[in-house]
């Protein structure tokens, strides 16, 4: 019995700890609804953290792909004086992409909430 107990609390320690982690990762972005996002997307920085498979396959109208692996390597063309609106196919990266881009200096950065799998609005594609 407790043996149960401990493996129990332990179980319970590492469920906070994840939900911890979660919350603190939110901070770094501030989500958007679709219909939030769209509206100013003239006026940002759009940038795709999907690999150029899929970027190309359909993206967002105006998205520059910048992929979460290449984000270091490239983070110096993204100004720090506009907003940046960032989007994977889940949301997963762009959190993981807004708190580098925090990190560097970077203050207005927002993700589209649920990512590109749920976009209703224009798509560009090279294969439609």
Excluded at 47 to 67: C, Q, S, T, V, W
Excluded at 91 to 116: P, Q, T
Aim: hydrophobic share 40%; no cysteine; charged share 30%.
């Amino acid at each position: 019995m407790d043996t149960w107990l401990i493996v129990l609390l332990v179980l319970a320690v590492i469920v906070i700890l994840i939900i911890i982690n979660g919350i603190l990762n939110m901070r770094n972005v501030k989500s958007l609804p679709e219909e939030e996002f769209k509206k100013d997307l003239r006026k940002v920085q759009l940038i795709d953290l999907r690999e150029k498979e899929k970027y190309e396959y359909g993206h967002i109208i105006g998205a520059r792909n910048i992929p979460l692996m290449n984000l270091q390597q490239r983070i110096g063309s993204i100004r720090k004086d506009q907003p940046v609106y960032l989007y994977d196919q889940t949301g997963r990266l762009s959190i993981r992409a807004a708190k580098v881009l925090k990190k560097k200096g970077h203050k207005d950065v927002y993700m589209l909430k649920n990512g590109i799998s749920k976009w209703t609005g224009k798509i560009k594609s090279k294969t439609r």
